[in-house]
């Protein structure tokens, strides 16, 4: 992904797993047919028909602010048991190519996490002598209040395990903020509720001298979610929810010049949502 600039905002892209998966993953009963009337607005940056692959990734997102740099979504993080083997116990380079960013991690000062889904809060933490600890120290964590409550209660085995190491420690360490709605983060700089997908889910708003991007979450995962907005991800914890969010966010961007940063969009991971038929597609 090249670098974006809205005004005086920057936003880049710090890659922890990125490739082909398979589109089964995410979309159970998703067939290589389903793909074909679209393959000119998916092929070959975010699906590769030889083979039937998605093409994804799993980024955080550094934003700078001319006082501030926000890290969006944390990704998977290292030393983690997970029962998705490509993502248990593992040792990837992450702070490595993050300080290669320019982003010493104590010098980040808010962390927003879209939902507290695995794949979005790994990096909050890091293990250290045998326990958990704030991989940010200095950062304020900005959760939805909904959301934490939500996952509080997990009864789901690997979810509960997830938020023990991964998000009970740095409430732990007060440095959670939790928020309710709409919620602006510094000038310019909001979370934007997108419900569905988890119940606190959120959008990060980005705004800076009349221009505009919107990171997504998971409120969509996939470009194919544009041009078939009723298709949902076999994670989204309510269905109907998540469909009208989705549906009501791309009345809401589309034909504009805002960017759609998409959490899980393979490069060039930004593009703009346009009319394509009686739904929208992304525009790169
Ligand atoms: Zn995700």
Redesign the pocket.
Known sequence: MQPLTLGKIHVSRVVEVEGPTSPRFLFPDLTPEDLRPYLQWLAPHFYTPADDRLRMSIHSFIVRTPHHTILVETCLGNDKKRTTPNWNMRSGPFLQDLRAAGVDPARVDFVLCTHL?V??VGWNTRLQDGRWVPTFPNAKYVFNRTEYEFWQQAADADQAETFRDSVLPVMEAGQVLLVDGEYEIVDGVWLEPTPGHTPGHCSVHLTSSGAEGVVTG?MM?HPLQILEPERCSRFCQDVPLARRTRRAFLERYADRDVRIIG??FFPPTIGRVVGHKDTWRLAI
Request: proline residues 0%; without cysteine.
């Open positions: 889904h794949d979005h998971d995962h959490t899980h």
